[in-house]
C-alpha cells in the first residue's frame, strides 16, 4: 500500500483582515502528526500567485493528499479541485478546515485560536481516511432530447429545444399533436413549422435505461423500437374535463366554429375553476378570446362566462379588456353550475350579488381540466414519484425547477402558467436547463458519491427504497450498486442500510467518527 | 463545555458561515462536523460522540418540507429521537441531543441555536462520563 | 422472513451483569432485513454496551461481528476467535442463531438479545406484518393465498366470525379482518366457489404442538458411505 503523503497549507488571510488568529502556532500544532509532510503558508489561496505556490508544493513533494486552513469550503471547494486534478490528483483528495468564518470571525482570539487548532486536527484526521473519489467528465453520447406530450407544452418544447441547436423527437400516442385554435398567428406559425420539423413519434414509452447524455429508449404502441436520446421533457397538456352529453368540450367547439355552421345565439361558455386552487389559467384565455372570435363574427350573439374567479393575471389582463369591450358578459359564481342539456340547455348557478340564476343557451361549452395531466403511465414507466394530478414530483423548486428526481429528465408544469406566451416561457427555461446538460463539454459526475459492497449487501432494498434520485438498483447478481452518475451524495442510503454495505467517499463512517474524535481532543494550548 | 453540531452543507453550514460573515459571536465550545445532508447522520456516531466526552450534540437541517434532498430532514429527526431514547434508557438525558431546523440565510438563526445549546449545557451539566485522555 | 425485535436495553444491560468481556452478534439474513439484527444494529448495540459500561465503571469490552447466516455452523465457526476472548455472547440473531452459537461454543454465555415473534414480510418501509403461522398443513390454496390460522386472531378456517366491522378485525382497527381479505381475493381469482370446500378441523400434528418439527430431504441426507467418505 502506497504511503500516504498529506501536505497542509495554511492561508495568511484565514484570521481574516483582521489577522486574529495565531497561525504559526496552528501550523505547529499539526506538523508533528503521522504521515504530515509538510506545512506551508499561502500569502493567498484564492489569489493565482497563491495557487502557483501551492501547486509547486504539490508537485515538488509529491504529497498524495492536501488539507487547506482557509475559509469555507462552500466557496473555496471547487477551485482547489481544480488545483488538485492540476497537480495530478483526483480531485476530492483535499479537505478543508474553515478557520476564518467559523472560528477567527465568531470567538474571542484565545477561544478561536484553539478551535482553529482543533478544526485543523479534524480536516488532517478526515484528510488521511480519503480515497480516490470516482469522478468523470463524460460527453454526452447523444444531444437529441425526447418530448413526451401531446399538446401544446410538447409543441412549444420541441420549438424552444431546437432553437438551441438540439435534436428533438416528439413522442405522443395518437401520433398527431392537438394544438388550440385560438392561438394568433404569431405563436401558430412557428408551431406548425416545428411540427413539421420535428420528426413525431406515435406510440408509448415502455422504458428508459441509461444516464443523462445517453438514455435507451424503447417504444411501444403504434411505432416500436429502440432509440438513443440525451434528455426527456415530459410536457403533458392537462387533460380536458370530462363532459356530459350536449356539453361541448373546447376542441369540439372550434371545429364547430371552422364548419361554417351557423354560431350560437346565445352561447355560454363554462370554465371550470371551481375543484380546487389549482386550475388553468388557460381555461380562462380560450374563453376569452372564443369570446372575442364569436362576438366579431356575430355580433348578435350574446356570449357569457361564468367562472368563479376572472383569472387574469399578467397578459390575460388585455385579453379580459378585449373581451369585455366585445360586449362579453362575465358571471361570477360560487360554485360548480348545473347543466341541463338540450336543444336549448339551461344553466343554473347563483350570483352572489343576484342570487339565483337561470341562462337559456344554444351552446354550453365546458373548459376545464379533470385535475389529471394523463402522464401516470409515464411516470411509472420513468419510476417517478407522481403527485396527484398524475405529474412527477418536481425537485425542488427554487434549486431546480423543471427538473424531476430523476437526472436527465425535466418536467414541465400543467398548471400555474396563465397565458401560452407564459407557456412558452416555462418550455423555453427548460430547454435551457437541457441546453446546458447536452451541450455542456462534460457532464459532471461522481465525488462524494455513494459505494456498496456487494459481499456484505442483504438485497434488502433499503437503499433503493430510500433514495429520492433512483441512483441505486439491483443488479442481476442480486446486489444492490450505486450508479454515481445519478448519485446526488446525500447518504441516506449509506445511512439506512441494515447491514452496512454502503458506505460515501467524503463523508464515509470512519471520517465522521475520526472528526467528533479529533474535535473532542483537547488541544495543549 | 464540548459540544458538536453535525450540520448539513446546504442549510447548517452555510448559515454558520454566514454567522461568520456578520461576525455573530457565540462559544468556541462549539466545533461543526460538515455533513452532506442532515439524513446522514447515524445514531452510531451520536453515541460515540458521547463516550468520547461530548457533553451535547446537535443536527442542524433544513427547514421542514424544505430539505435540499427532499426528506434528510425527517430521517434525521427519526435518528435523533432514536438517540434519545437509548440515552434515556442508559439513564443519560435525552435533551443532550436534539434536532434542528434552520435555512442558509438564517446566520441569526445558527447563533440561537448555538446559544440555546450552550444554555442546555450549563443546565445539564458536564457528560456524566470521565473521559481518559 | 423471520421477524423479531430487540430486547429492551435495560433488559440486555440486566442480563449482562457480571460478565466483562462481551460480545455482540448479529446476522445478515432476516434479522437485518426486519432492522432489528443487522451490521447497523449491532453497531448500535455494541456503543450503547459501551457507553453504559463507561457510564457505570464497569470496563466492559465490548467486540462486534456480523454472520452471514447464524443457523449455520459453518458462519458461525467465524465467530471462534472472539468467543474465546469473550465470557458473554448477546445475539441479536433469531433465536436459532443464538441457540447454534450455543451449541457451538458450549463454555460461553449465550444471551439473546432479540425476542424472536413470527414469519412475516415488510408491509411498507419499517412495518412488518405476520403472515404465515407455520402449521406445517398449508391451505392457501383455499383462502386466496391468505393465511387464515395467524392472520385471522381466532384461526377460524371456514369463514368470519361475524365480528368485524367495516373489514377490520374486532380485536383492532387496524387489523383487516382476514375473512374478508379472503373473500375479496377469491372474488378476484374468480373463485368464490372454493368457500364451498369445507376446511375440516385441523390437524394439528404437524404444527408446534407435538415436539420440535424435524423435515428430512432424503435426497441430501448422507449415506454412511458418503460420511465415512468425508471423514
Redesign the interface.
Known sequence: MSEKRIGVFICESAGGSEGSLDLRSLGKHVSSLPEVSFVRFIDQVCKETGQAQMLQALNEDEVDRFVVAACSPLSKERMLMRLAAEAGLNPFMFTIANVREQSAFVHSKAGADLKAKRLLRMAVEKCRLLAPAPYDVRTPDSRTVLVIGDGLRAALAAEEVSALGLEVMILVEEGMLRLPRFLDDALAEPLKRSEEGSPIISGQLASLDGVPGAFDVLIEGKTSGALRCGAVIIAFDPLPAKLEEGIKSPMHFEEFMASGAPLPLSLVIVVDDWKSDFHSPQAMEWAMRTAVAIRTRSPESSVRILCRDISSRGELESEQLRAQRHGTIFVRTERMPTITPGVRATVRTIDPVVGELALDADAVVLVGSDMNAGSASTCFVLGLAMRPDGMPRESKVRLRAGESLRAGIYVIDPWGEWSSADVRSDCAAVAARVAALLLSPGIEEGGAVAQVEAGKCSACLSCVRICPYGAPYVTEERKAEVRYELCQGCGMCVTSCPSKAIDMHCYSDAQIAAEGKAALKEPRP | M?I?GYVC?HAG??A??L???E??????DI???????A???????L????????DMLFVAGCLEG?C?????NH?ARK?IDQAKS?LE????DGRRIEMFYLASNQGWKFKEIADEMMRRASELGPN??E?K? | MIIGEQKPLQEICAMLEGHQRILVTGCRSCVAICLAGGEKEVGILAESLRLHSDLRGRNWEVTEFTTERQCEKEWVRELSDLVAKSDAVVSIACGVGAQTIQALFPEVRVLPGLNTSNMGAPEEPGVFMEKCGGCGDCVLHLTGGICPIVRCAKGMLNGPCGGSQNGKCEIGHDTPCAWEEIYHSLERLGRLDLLEELIPPKNWLPSRSGGPRRIIRPEAVLTREEKEMRG
Open positions: 464540548k458538536i452543507s453550514y452555510a454558520a458561515d454567522a461568520g460573515e461576525r455573530l459571536q457565540y462559544s468556541p466545533i461543526l462536523i460538515r455533513l452532506p445532508c439524513g446522514r447522520i447515524d445514531v452510531v456516531h453515541l460515540k460522540a458521547f463516550r468520547e466526552g461530548a424544505n435540499h434532498h427532499h426528506y434528510g430521517e435518528r437509548i434508557a442508559l439513564g443519560m456524566p462520563l473521559v485522555e
